[in-house]
């Protein structure tokens, strides 16, 4: 039998995975797919705590997370795409329209 | 090791080598092909925790999907100067510091975690009985059946919201 | 219910409507909607006051105004026999006024401001005699208070009118800080506000003592003392009387209804509302009386030598106040609201008779530049007439009845009682003097104005007229329903209606004595006009003579006495200064330009350090969010 904090632990490093890959790279599609990476590893905790506690909670979270993440891919990389057009850098250490 | 355990080991070091290889792959294309392959083997864990559904949903919605869709952007943006620059950005060590001891400190919380009752009613016979999509379907359409529509909605939102981004010209 | 709501709803509603689509829609047909409003008030005041006749009290808690622990005070109108006649008298010489206003306001550019104001003062009025507890007649009580300042200073590009309305508030406001710590401590005495559970408690708080920088004092004195000090205030009575012949910049109207016939009697209605309280301290009852006494004579000797027309009559109101205080004073209740009655019309109808002479004239206010309006202005000569044969006291007017009824109840009181009623005869005999000295020098003997004033000579239109006719009734017959018994048994019709709130009052007297003191004041007053009329009509040289003879006394009565001398040394003039010192020199430049200009530099300055943080890069804020989570974490590892 797997215990169920294995499952957790590799969650985790995933999702720790997902972070560096947020903080390190420049590319702003790239980050894109780090934060997909890191929504993944919170899927597999979640239907791992479903599986071990027999509850279907779990798992209907993860589909609210799938459909978020879908609406999310959408709205961001339409947001990529307009801001492309206006200034043709996704370079993530080039966009800082916030600095005070 | 029992044959899980062996089952459970080669899914988890799959999906974090294919992490690590994914995100530092200079040409997102590749990033997308090598997220495609880890995408499966987290499908693959879905199944072996009962959850074929998820493990469905996981390859339609993100394989099928969501990729393509990364793949149309990346090749919409036209990318090939980006592959010559950097690909880190000026203080990434400190990014991939954070990241680790992030990692240190949320498995050292984890590490001992373990189940306890009282369980739900939804145990693998329970499961197997009915079959699965019944199962997480009855629960969707009737207890979750308001967030449900919602999601729809939020989805709708989603679709109207990156046509007029898209369309939008700015200056 | 409805319709004793809707008795100070509907002057409310006119106002509300007027004020709103004056200035753009109604402007000079304004009087379409407060006229109807006030008249239709006056319609149900008359069923309310029937009702009343008829044995009903009304008693209503409309809703709960405040609620707050122990302290509860609801919206709510008690109608009893003393409400229903001050209904009467409001309502209906509110309505006579409204429609004299539409000739004499006619063509003002104010005009649907007027009528507004004029509205929203019924409406406070009305609230202010059918509250049910203290803080509802304080909430009337300070709207009548702004609505004379709003009407005082009506034409407040006049610089003097607009000083008047300020004088006005300020020194009423002495008066209501006292009011207002008597309604205070009649809560904390009483544990409620309304009329009834105080009243009904009054007699078990006699005695008490409350602890006053560390003297004792009787409870019930201080509290009648306290709220006497707000009648004081707004009833215009020594010392506080000053801004009342200042408040006659305001429209004429203005003067007759709020400055002689209702706001300036509320003072009078409020103690006489609180007669349970003040029956129980006999110092606070003196107090009353003394300086309802003073301020008759006094006001009157002001009175004889003023050649402003309004000012003389403004003054007769202090006067006659004073009378109705003196009558408080000696428990003669009934007395003091049945002068109230009469005086309201009579009094209303000098100040509009003044209103038609100063409108004829073309605001000229000096008596000196008057005379011989006889002719030209019959009917506001004969209405003056009567109003000033019923204000001397000739028997058979209205202020006979009443006033004789003061002087009678005065002289029983005894004691100090006696010595009032001196002072309140000879008061009688200027008032007739003054009285007079105005008619003559107004519509008798040469006019003494400019030719283009006199070539304009024309009496007033009939929509002012009208009400002047109908005040002149009110002014001759409004004394008949409270004929002495002496005279007709069962004729003192108000006294006995009134007798369930205010009662009957103490002392009895022989018949000869109350026909020689009634003998006394109808001397006085025939010697006053007697008087007047030697000196006006057939010596006319004789004041001049007086005048020169005499010249400090006559110095001191023209100038008022200096009291308002005498405030602006003592009191204005060294407030302004220290205002100027302490508020404009320290206060405002030190701390609240200091604080202004502080402020928005300390932000500056320490957002100029701090903005560098805002990289405006994603990674940053990322960076910062997981160092947030991985200090929580680590805290929490650590706790464990």
């Not at chain 2, 207890?143 to 679709?159: D, G, H, N, R, T």
């Not at chain 3, 904390?188 to 009054?202: P, Q, R």
């Not at chain 3, 009134?498 to 010697?527: K, N, W």
């Not at chain 3, 040289?541 to 200096?562: C, E, I, S, T």
Request: glycine fraction near 8%.
């Amino acid at each position: 039998m797997v215990p169920l904090s294995w499952y957790i632990i590799l969650s985790a490093v995933v999702f720790s995975i997902g972070v560096v890959g947020f903080f390190t790279r420049r590319n702003l599609i790239m980050i894109f797919m780090s934060v997909e990476l890191m929504l993944n590893s919170v899927n597999i905790s979640l239907v791992a705590y479903s599986h071990y506690l027999q509850s279907m909670r779990g798992q209907v979270l993860v589909f609210f997370v799938i459909a978020v993440a879908a609406a999310e891919a959408a709205i961001g990389l339409a947001i990529i795409i307009a801001y492309y057009k206006n200034n043709p850098t996704i370079k993530v250490d080039e966009i800082n329209l916030l600095k005070g | 090791m029992t044959a899980p355990q062996w089952f459970f080991a080669y899914f988890a070091g799959m999906i974090t080598l294919l992490s690590v290889v994914m995100i530092t792959r200079r040409n997102p294309v590749h990033g997308v092909l090598w997220m495609l392959v880890l995408f499966v083997h987290i499908a693959g864990l879905y199944l072996f925790l009962n959850a074929e559904f998820l493990a469905a949903i996981q390859i339609i919605v993100y394989a099928g999907a969501i990729l393509v869709l990364f793949l149309f952007v990346i090749m919409l943006l036209n990318l090939k100067k980006e592959l010559t620059v950097r690909k880190v950005q000026q203080h990434w060590v400190i990014g991939a510091a954070v990241g680790a001891i992030f990692a240190a400190l949320v498995v050292a919380v984890v590490a001992g975690i373990t189940v306890l009752p009282p369980l739900g009613k939804y145990s693998i016979e329970a499961i197997r009985s009915e079959g699965g999509i019944m199962t997480i379907g009855k629960v969707m359409y009737t207890k979750y059946l308001l967030p449900f529509e919602i999601a729809s909605l939020v989805l709708l939102v989603a679709i109207v919201g990156a046509v007029v981004l898209a369309k939008k010209r700015i200056g | 219910m409805v319709k004793y709501i809707l008795i100070p709803l509907l002057p409310f509603i006119a106002f509300v409507i007027t004020i709103l689509f004056g200035r753009n829609h109604i402007k000079d047909k304004a009087h379409w909607i407060a006229v109807p409003a006030v008249f239709a008030s006056f319609i149900l005041a008359v069923s309310a006051f029937m009702d009343v006749l008829g044995g009903k009290v009304i008693n209503i808690n409309i809703y709960s105004w405040i609620v707050s622990g122990d302290f509860n005070v609801s919206m709510g109108f008690l109608i009893d026999q003393l409400t229903a006649v001050m209904l009467m008298v409001v309502t209906s010489i509110s309505t006579l006024i409204f429609i004299y206003s539409i000739g004499y306001m006619h063509g003002d550019g104010g005009y649907y401001r007027f009528f507004a104001y004029l509205s929203l003062f019924v409406f406070s009025m009305l609230i202010l005699v059918m509250a049910n507890n203290y803080l509802l007649l304080y909430f009337g009580w300070e709207a009548v208070g702004l609505c004379s300042y709003f009407l005082i200073g009506f034409w407040f590009h006049k610089k003097s009118a607009a000083d008047a309305g300020k004088k006005a508030f300020i020194v009423n406001r002495f008066g209501d800080f006292g009011f207002g710590l008597g309604v205070i401590l009649i809560f904390l005495t009483f544990g409620s506000l309304e009329y009834v559970k105080v009243f009904d408690s009054a007699g078990t708080v006699a005695g008490q003592t409350i602890n006053i920088l560390g003297y004792q004092f009787d409870t019930i004195t201080v509290i009648c003392l306290l709220l006497f000090c707000g009648a004081v205030g707004k009833s215009a009575q020594l010392p506080l009387h000053v801004w009342l012949p200042d408040a006659m910049e305001g429209p004429t109207p203005v003067s007759a209804l709020i400055h002689a016939a209702t706001m300036v009697t509320a003072g009078v209605f409020m103690v006489a509302r609180s007669n349970p309280l003040f029956n129980l301290s006999a110092s606070a009852m003196a107090t009353v009386a003394v300086v309802g006494g003073v301020t008759a004579l006094f006001a009157a000797t002001i009175a004889l030598v003023q050649n402003d027309i309004k000012r003389v009559i403004a003054y007769s109101t202090v006067s006659q106040l004073g009378y109705m205080f003196l009558a408080l004073g000696v428990g003669a209740y009934t007395a003091g609201i049945f002068h109230l009655y009469t005086h309201a019309y009579f009094k209303a109808l000098l100040f509009l008779g003044a209103g038609s002479v100063i409108h004829a004239l073309h605001d000229e206010q000096n008596m000196q530049k008057m005379g011989g309006l006889k002719k030209y202005m019959p009917i506001t000569y004969w209405v003056f007439i009567l109003a000033s044969l019923s204000i001397s006291g000739i028997p058979g007017f209205a202020g006979f009845f009443s006033k004789d009824e003061i002087l009678w109840r005065a002289y029983l009181s005894g004691g100090l009682g006696r010595f009032l009623w001196f002072l309140a005869a000879g008061a009688a005999l200027l008032t007739a003097f003054y009285s007079f000295r105005l008619i003559y020098l107004t519509f008798h003997g040469k006019f003494r104005g400019t030719r283009e004033q006199e070539h304009h000579l024309h009496e007033s239109p009939p929509v002012m007229t009208v009400p002047l006719m109908f005040l002149a009734v009110g002014a001759v017959a409004a004394g008949w329903v409270g004929i002495p018994p002496i005279f007709m048994e069962h004729a003192d019709k108000i006294g006995e209606f009134l007798a369930p709130v205010l009662g009957h009052p103490a002392g009895e007297g022989s018949h000869a004595e109350e026909l020689a003191v009634m003998g006394i004041s109808i001397t006085v007053a025939l010697a006053g006009i007697l008087i007047a009329y030697i000196m006006y009509i057939r010596k006319t040289d004789l004041p001049g003579k007086l005048g020169a003879m005499f010249q400090p006394v006559y110095r001191l009565l023209y100038n008022k006495y200096w009291v308002d001398e005498l405030y602006s040394k003592t009191i204005v003039q060294p407030t302004l200064k220290a205002s100027d010192r302490i508020i404009l020199g320290f206060f405002d430049a030190k701390i609240i330009e200091g604080i202004v200009n502080g402020v928005p530099a300390l932000i500056g300055a320490f957002s100029r350090r701090f903005r560098a943080i805002q990289t405006g890069l994603l990674s940053t804020y990322g960076l910062a969010m997981v160092l947030g989570a991985v200090f929580i974490i680590g805290f929490w590892i650590f706790l464990k």
